[in-house]
Nanobody
Framework: QVQLVESGGGLVQPGGSLRLSCAAS????????MGWYRQAPGKQRELVAA???????KYADSVKGRFTVSGDHAKNTVYLEMNSLKPEDTGVYYC?????????WGQGTQVTVSS
């Protein structure tokens, strides 16, 4: 099973930017999908962005035009570039690797958008 480790979270002011990384222990780009989810306090975990084998990307309406998901095949790493951050973007961000054989989650990284 692929192990995932997120990094890059932190405290940022509204309008600021962060880049999250999700490093995988094995190859993740030959099949399956990598997703970035977030969970705000008291709310359900929601999908914010995904990249599917072949490079297709999808975004939640709330982050379109502000977030960009990308991957580095050589490093087995997926990134989430977050710009124009808003307080409602606050939450724990998790990456997920989904294939027909199962699903793996990282431990999460906290993102706090506050002045």
């Amino acid at each position: 099973q692929v192990q995932l480790v997120e990094s890059g979270g932190g405290l940022v002011q509204p309008g600021g930017s962060l880049r999250l990384s999700c490093a995988a222990s094995g190859s993740i780009f030959s099949s399956g999908a990598m997703g970035w989810y977030r969970q705000a306090p008291g709310k359900q975990r929601e999908l914010v962005a995904a990249i599917i084998s072949g490079g297709i990307t999808k975004y939640a309406d709330s982050v379109k035009g502000r977030f960009t998901v990308s991957g580095d095949h050589a490093k087995n790493t997926v990134y989430l570039e977050m710009n124009s951050l808003k307080p409602e973007d606050t939450g724990v961000y998790y990456c997920n690797y989904l294939t027909t054989k199962g699903s793996s989650w990282g431990q999460g990284t906290q993102v706090t958008v506050s002045s």
